[in-house]
């Protein structure tokens, strides 16, 4: 089956440090890849995407390479913010046509916790 | 805001009750996926609905279920409630049933059920 794994927080960074979240993926077919992040209190919001295998999703400050070589999509930002603190999830989503049972569901990682102090 | 709509914010219900859950999807998208995030299992996909009819289960309990109106509008029934349907439950729609890279999911802001 489809699968998400992300490093196991919480992440704890100060003010313009530098910022990985690991993500690698489990799946059949070729799926497309996200970031979605959620702020406290809010629904989630997509941060990012890839849609095949090389591509840079960027938002923000935020990028992610989709690496079809070590099935991975890690999540990097140069100078994080304290407003970046949150939860962020990786998830991929898997193309299903007729007689597929996918239908675009999102698989999700466990999620990350990111506190930024100043 | 996403634009989709989810009442009520927060539920606190007892063992044993019923709940329904309401979503209102973005004006014009026909998707409506319910997920349930919770500490133990994570957020996790439950189930999928286009244009009022069924498309896609995931790791939903048999005392689940979901419907959607005419009108778009989804809810999902919770019977039977015990303490481990606790979680933030949340809805998402779409434009489109299938996965393609355009057919972003949308999600609203969740509704939290408390089971005491």
């Known amino acids: 089956g489809n699968s998400v794994t992300q490093m196991e927080g919480p992440v704890t960074l100060s003010e313009e440090a530098f910022l990985t979240i690991n993500c690698t993926y489990t799946a059949t077919g070729y799926p497309s890849l996200f970031w979605y992040v959620q702020y406290p209190g809010e629904g989630l919001q997509l941060l990012l995407k890839?849609?095949?295998?090389?591509d840079k999703g960027s938002n923000k400050g935020f990028e992610a390479t989709y690496r079809k070589e070590t099935t991975s999509f890690h999540l990097e930002k140069g100078s994080v913010q304290v407003s970046d603190s949150a939860v962020y999830f990786c998830a991929l989503r898997i193309y299903s046509n007729a007689g597929g049972t996918s239908y675009g569901k999102l698989t999700f990682g466990q999620g990350t916790i990111l506190t930024v102090h100043p | 805001d996403s634009g989709v709509t989810q009442t009520p914010k927060h539920l606190i219900t007892a063992t044993g009750q019923r709940v329904t859950l309401r979503c209102s999807p973005r004006s014009g998208d026909l998707s409506v996926y319910w997920y349930q995030q919770s500490l133990d299992q994570g957020l996790q996909f439950l189930i999928q609905?286009?244009?009022?009819?069924?498309?896609a289960k995931g790791n939903i309990l048999e005392r689940f279920s979901a419907q959607q109106f005419p009108d778009l509008h989804s809810e999902l029934n919770l019977s039977s409630l015990e303490l481990g349907d606790s979680a933030l439950y949340f809805c998402a729609s779409s434009v489109a049933l299938w996965g393609t890279s355009d057919n972003e999911q949308f999600f609203g802001p969740g509704t939290r059920l408390t089971v005491l």
């Open positions: 890839a849609t095949k295998a090389d």
């Open positions: 609905y286009y244009n009022g009819e069924e498309r």
